[in-house]
């Protein structure tokens, strides 16, 4: 079935430095979200990408649908301590279901 | 506006027992889903719901059962709970045609013994 690879699984980082992460298929597909999850919540949306090539920031995040169709990238500038969870990225081919990354678990050391 | 709702927000069953989770969304939306989250599985999507009236199987359906009350409500059931089914279940929907995301409620943590 189709299988989206989210890298890194996990991130230690300093306070104030900037995150990247991505996820990549072998499958094209045709919408890209990104969501956050924070410890007992449930995933809240931060970006949807609709178009390949779209750059699209909410506040310090910037998310990109990659060219390809088959990966999309996530940014997060200068981080704080709220930044700390887990982020899934989630395709989605045009059906009703998205297939999720298995999450990229972000430390934050103040 | 609460979004997406669920109870309970824990539970703990015995083997066999029975129990449904509810889902309430108060943004319109047509499409619900029912999803289960384990360590190192990710969201796998057990049943969903295009619009209502309508239920559809998802990736892992087996021991689940769904209803599509109305527009606003989508319960799973547990006929016999297996310890299989522990999970964190999430509830989440959909505005419509031509938009993909999809917003999730805060979980019921499920524990079966």
């Known amino acids: 079935g189709q299988q989206l690879n989210q890298s890194p699984q996990s991130m230690f980082i300093q306070e104030g430095e900037d995150v990247s992460m991505n996820c990549t298929s072998s499958?094209?597909?045709?919408?890209w979200l990104w969501y956050k999850q924070d410890p007992g919540e449930g995933p809240v949306l931060l970006i949807a990408l609709y178009k390949a090539g779209e750059l699209t920031s909410n506040g310090r995040l910037t998310a990109q649908f990659g060219i390809t169709r088959k990966d999309s990238f996530l940014n997060i500038s200068a981080s704080i301590p709220s930044d700390v969870g887990i982020y899934f990225c989630?395709?989605?081919?045009?059906?009703?279901?998205?297939?999720f990354g298995q999450g990229t678990r972000l430390t934050i050391n103040p | 506006n609460a979004g997406v709702t669920q109870t309970p927000k824990f539970q703990v069953l015995k083997t066999g027992q029975s129990m449904t989770l509810q889902c309430a969304q108060d943004?319109?939306?047509?499409?619900m889903y029912w999803y289960r989250q384990d360590p190192g599985m990710g969201l796998r999507l057990i049943y969903y719901?295009?619009?209502?009236?309508?239920?559809d199987k998802g990736e892992v359906p087996n021991g689940y059962n769904v209803s599509r009350l109305n527009k606003r409500e989508f319960s799973l059931r547990l006929e016999s709970a297996a310890p299989s089914q522990t999970s964190v279940y999430f509830c989440?929907?959909?505005?419509?045609?031509?938009?993909?995301?999809?917003?999730f409620g805060p979980g019921t943590r499920l524990t079966v013994t």
């Open positions: 989630a395709g989605q081919r045009g059906a009703q279901k998205l297939v």
């Open positions: 943004m319109n939306h047509n499409s």
């Open positions: 499958s094209i597909f045709n919408t």
């Open positions: 719901s295009a619009s209502e009236g309508t239920t």
């Open positions: 989440a929907s959909r505005p419509g045609p031509g938009l993909y995301e999809q917003y």
